[in-house]
């Protein structure tokens, strides 16, 4: 039996462009081993959009455009130069939006618009985009009910590092008592280059930043304030709480020096940007700094722009996953399994019918 997504992608900058190649190259394997002809009825971003008529946009010219960095109204006849995205999401018939914009933690805004929109429709949500799940938590979940909808927000949560799946399926019937994570790439790569080749951070930002690992403007990175947003993400998804940005207390990277890198290594430490949740006598506290971790904790051997969780449960002890891309693939990648377990993929440890 096959289902069919209709889908609209707001924005088509790294993360956008990602996924519309990765769906090029996997749609056929979606159909055969899931049954789901995803369709992306309409891409939109900052100069105009692209709507299909009928069967969806050609996978493959949105790809090639995509590779060679073309702009989406341009894409031949489905080039809509100066439609909006608000205009766009009421008016073209979709099942799913994937909101791929880029983060604004100061309002949320545009992607605090669009998902709104797209709530307003019955629509169902799968979003990169942190600002406003952490800006407007409540306002999102109110509208979700009303309209019986569902946001789903695994590539906002550590994109490609499965945090929220491993938290709610795998730890079933178990009360997770405290989570820490490395959830930046960036900043891991940065500490990793000071302990390991003995350069001062603004060496190590410099190299990352050569490499592309870091933005020109690193700020959000370095600052923990990504971080932060990510282990609110997480800690609201599976504490069932509404933890805001303001209740997190947060220390970046940018005073780590080569002493404290030194000073760590003569204990058989090593130095970690963490997120982390716990409750303490029934409030949910929750932090971002640098810790000095012991060489045998199992976040220390988290490497390069990698990441990485810890959640410390009441009966099943210890869990910790580590890897995951830390890339606009990997974040495509977590859009693509969060629409799967929208629409096709079975609840774990399921048997296949008969």
Excluded at 98 to 105: K, S, Y
Aim: charged share 25%.
């Amino acid at each position: 039996m096959r289902t069919i997504v209709r889908v609209i992608l707001c924005g088509f900058g790294h993360v956008g462009r990602a996924f519309a190649r990765l769906l090029e190259a996997k749609h056929a394997d979606l159909e055969s081993r899931y049954g789901v002809d995803l369709r992306i009825q309409a891409v939109i971003d900052i100069h105009g959009a692209a709507v299909a008529n009928g069967i969806g946009l050609s996978l493959e010219a949105l790809a090639d455009l995509a590779v060679a960095g073309g702009q989406i109204e341009t894409l031949g006849t489905y080039g809509r130069p100066g439609l909006g995205a608000i205009e766009t999401i009421r008016e073209v018939q979709a099942e799913m939006l994937v909101e791929a914009t880029p983060t604004n933690l100061v309002d949320g805004e545009p992607g605090r618009s669009h998902v709104i929109a797209a709530l307003d429709r019955g629509m169902d949500v799968v979003t990169a985009n942190k600002g406003p799940l952490v800006l407007a938590p409540s306002e999102l979940a109110k509208q979700a009910r009303a309209s019986g909808s569902r946001i789903f927000v695994s590539a906002a949560a550590a994109a490609a590092l499965p945090t929220l799946d491993v938290g709610r399926l795998c730890t079933a019937g178990a009360r997770i008592e405290s989570i820490e994570g490395i959830l930046n790439g960036t900043t891991n790569y940065i500490l990793g280059r000071m302990d390991e080749d003995g350069c001062t951070y603004e060496e190590a930002l410099v190299a990352a930043q050569r490499l592309g690992i870091a933005e020109a403007d690193p700020s959000l990175d370095v600052e923990g304030k990504d971080t932060r947003s990510k282990i609110v993400l997480i800690a609201n998804g599976l504490f069932e709480t509404i933890l805001t940005l303001d209740e997190v207390e947060t220390e970046g990277i940018t005073r780590i020096t080569r002493a404290d890198m030194d000073r760590a290594r003569s204990r058989n430490q090593v130095i970690k940007l963490i997120g982390s949740a716990r409750w303490r006598e029934g409030v949910l506290i929750a932090r971002v700094a640098p810790q000095a971790l012991d060489h045998d904790h199992p976040l220390a051997r988290v490497s390069l722009a990698e990441k990485g969780i810890l959640l410390d449960t009441d009966t099943m002890g210890r869990i910790t996953v580590t890897g995951g891309a830390s890339s606009p693939t990997g974040a495509a990648a977590a859009l693509l399994k969060d629409i799967l377990h929208a629409h096709a993929v079975r609840p774990a440890g399921t048997m296949p019918p008969a």
